[in-house]
C-alpha cells in the first residue's frame, strides 16, 4: 500500500528558508506524478507543486512560484519542496500526494516573527 511520510516543518521566520521531504513506499515511486499541497486553518487545501514521473516538468501555484521549488530523487523514493523567502500566508500543513490519489499525513509550516 502506498505510504508517504513527510518531515522538515517547523517554524520559521519571514523571509527563511525550509526544506520538506516525502519519504515514500509501497509503490513504484518512479512512474507517479507527485505533487505538494496545503491547508491553511480555515481555507481549503490548494495545490502548491507538482512533478512529472522523470522531474522533467513542474508546476507550480501561482502564490509560491520563484520562491519554492519541488524536485524528487527516484534513486531514493522522496520527493522534496524548496521553500525560500518564506511569508506568513505559507502557513499551513503542508501534504506530500502521490498520482492526486494517495496523501501523507501532513507536516506543519508556521511563518512566525
Known amino acids: 500500500q502506498v505510504q508517504l511520510v513527510e518531515s522538515g516543518g517547523g517554524l520559521v521566520q519571514p523571509g527563511g528558508s525550509l526544506r520538506l521531504s516525502c519519504a515514500a513506499s509501497g509503490f513504484t515511486f518512479s512512474t507517479y506524478i507527485m505533487s505538494w499541497y496545503r491547508q491553511a486553518p480555515g481555507k481549503e487545501r490548494e495545490l502548491v507543486a507538482a512533478?512529472?514521473?522523470?522531474?522533467?516538468?513542474?508546476k507550480y501555484g501561482d502564490s509560491v512560484k520563484g520562491r519554492f521549488t519541488i524536485s524528487r530523487d527516484n534513486a531514493k523514493n522522496t520527493l522534496y519542496l524548496q521553500m525560500n523567502t518564506l511569508e506568513p500566508e505559507d502557513t499551513g500543513v503542508y501534504y506530500c500526494c502521490a498520482n492526486f490519489n494517495d496523501w501523507g499525513q501532513g507536516t506543519q509550516v508556521t511563518v512566525s516573527s
Open positions: 512533478i512529472t514521473s522523470t522531474g522533467g516538468s513542474t
